[in-house]
T-cell receptor, first 111, second 111 residues
Framework: TQLLEQSPQFLSIQEGENLTVYCNSSSVFSSLQWYRQEPGEGPVLLVTVVTGGEVKKLKRLTFQFGDARKDSSLHITAAQPGDTGLYLCAGALSGGNKLTFGGGTRVLVKP | NAGVMQNPRHLVRRRGQEARLRCSPM?????VYWYRQLPEEGLKFMVYLQKENIIDESGMPKERFSAEFPKEGPSILRIQQVVRGDSAAYFC?????????FGSGTRLTVV
């Protein structure tokens, strides 16, 4: 079992629809990050959340960190084909520098 | 404004050969991390280094794998006597107080 569980593993939607990706754990994280990864490339940081209950918006993307800092969600409004990619959540445990990654959610937005 | 540079991008090795993967962190970053990614999976932490020091190698296999980050030059991840199961994408990241930046990875194929 992974320390960070992402769901769903795969999501296929039509352009214009909304989607939500979840990242859950039984552990408390000092910070949590969301990345997007394109095929053949490294992960690119989208956002870092550090405070329980925190909500951050990045254009059509909304990120939320759970009150207990054990879970997070990524919501995309009016998805576009350019949003297609592998979305990864990653958490840093208290006092640690290394990141623990979830298994990823592959998102496909069809035109 | 170079980011994290990894080379080679692709590496093919026969079983039993050695693989050397190089990573130059972003300018001014003194922390380097190596992660491994199998197809369709998230990234798994391997090792965390600072200049001339291994800080955390809890994710490194006990045999055949080693890493260094010398005073001068890039960080090196070395895999001796490669086996087919070592085939994966290996990503390096560097960090400062503002967060992680990943390289584009080295895709190792063992034939």
């Amino acid at each position: 079992t992974q320390l960070l569980e992402q769901s769903p593993q795969f999501l296929s939607i039509q352009e214009g629809e909304n989607l939500t990706v979840y990242c859950n754990s039984s552990s408390v994280f000092s910070s949590l990050q969301w990345y997007r990864q394109e095929p053949g490339e490294g992960p690119v940081l989208l956002v870092t959340v550090v405070t329980g209950g925190e909500v951050k918006k990045l254009k059509r993307l909304t990120f939320q960190f759970g009150d207990a800092r054990k879970d997070s969600s990524l919501h995309i409004t009016a998805a576009q084909p350019g949003d297609t990619g592998l979305y990864l959540c990653a958490g840093a445990l208290s006092g640690g520098n290394k990141l623990t990654f979830g298994g990823g959610t592959r998102v496909l937005v069809k035109p | 404004n170079a980011g994290v540079m990894q080379n080679p991008r692709h590496l093919v090795r026969r079983r039993g050969q050695e693989a050397r993967l190089r990573c130059s962190p972003m300018k001014g970053h003194s922390h380097v991390y190596w992660y491994r990614q199998l197809p369709e999976e998230g990234l798994k932490f391997m090792v965390y280094l600072q200049k001339e020091n291994i800080i955390d190698e809890s994710g490194m296999p006990k045999e055949r794998f080693s890493a260094e980050f010398p005073k001068e030059g890039p960080s090196i991840l070395r895999i001796q006597q490669v086996v087919r199961g070592d085939s994966a994408a290996y990503f390096c990241a560097s960090s400062d107080t503002s967060g992680y930046t990943f390289g584009s990875g080295t895709r190792l194929t063992v034939v």
